[in-house]
Structures are given as structure tokens and as C-alpha cells.
């Protein structure tokens, strides 16, 4: 099976994405689960967010996604205080299902954190595929 894997994004071995939003200026990370992730979950009916204004930091868990099959954590791939939440997911959590890398996304987080070096370790989309491989 083929996912989609997005070039313009780095990924987490537990498989958050990361975007740096150029045209929202710099430091603003768009945060969500990838197309893999969504489908192993399979129908994801609840998600919980951190609030805007909180802090996450790199590594640790910002928050829960559950499906008819398992409740996951969710994991940060920066550090940084969230700037948006995707209220939308509130609502509708199967936007993560249909659509992982768009109207799908979690959280905007205002960083310091550059996605090429940033303390975790994140991986390329090649990377990531051969991991999910």
C-alpha cells in the first residue's frame, strides 16, 4: 500500500508531521498525524488539543487521538507555545481520516525550532517511508 507523504514536511517516528507556514512568518509550525498514522487507526472519533497559549515541547505528549480500534498519544515534533487549534477536529475528528495533511492538521506553534535542526531527530519524507516500509 502507498501512503502519501508530503517532501515539504518532517516527521516523527511515531508519526506527527511538522510544516514551517513561510507565509504566516517565521517560527509558525502546522502540526498533524500522517496518512500512515491515520490508517492504522482507522476511524478516528475523538481527538484532545492542547489550548491556545499552552506550551508543548519536543518529544513529549501534547494530546490523544481515538479511534473505533486504539487511543494513541500524541507526540510534539518542536517545542513551543500553540498559536492555533483546529477547533474543526472538535466536530468532525474524521477530517484527520480524509484529509491528514490538510484540513486535518492538530495545532500552530509559534518555535524557535528549525525543522532541519531541530532537537529531535526528524525525519525526511524518504526516511520516513522506508521506516513505514
Known amino acids: 500500500m502507498s501512503f502519501d507523504i508530503p ?4 516527521y ?24 500512515f498514522a491515520q490508517d492504522e487507526l482507522g476511524d478516528v472519533v475523538f481527538v484532545e488539543l492542547p489550548e491556545e497559549g499552552e506550551s508543548i515541547t519536543a518529544g513529549e505528549q501534547f ?3 481515538e479511534s473505533i480500534k486504539a487511543v494513541s498519544d500524541l507526540y510534539a515534533p518542536v517545542s513551543g507555545e500553540v498559536v492555533a487549534v483546529n ?12 484529509d491528514p495533511f490538510g484540513e486535518g492538521w492538530m495545532l500552530e506553534v509559534e518555535t524557535d525550532d528549525d525543522l532541519e535542526s531541530a532537537d529531535l531527530e526528524l525525519l525526511s519524507a524518504d526516511e520516513y517511508d522506508e521506516q513505514i516500509a
Open 63 to 65: 494530546g490523544v487521538i
Open 7 to 10: 517532501a515539504d514536511r518532517r
Open 12 to 35: 516523527l517516528e511515531s508519526h506527527e508531521w511538522a510544516h514551517a507556514l513561510e507565509s504566516d512568518g517565521d517560527g509558525v509550525v502546522r502540526i498533524g498525524i500522517t496518512d
Open 87 to 98: 477547533e474543526t477536529l472538535f466536530d468532525s475528528p474524521e477530517l484527520v481520516n480524509d
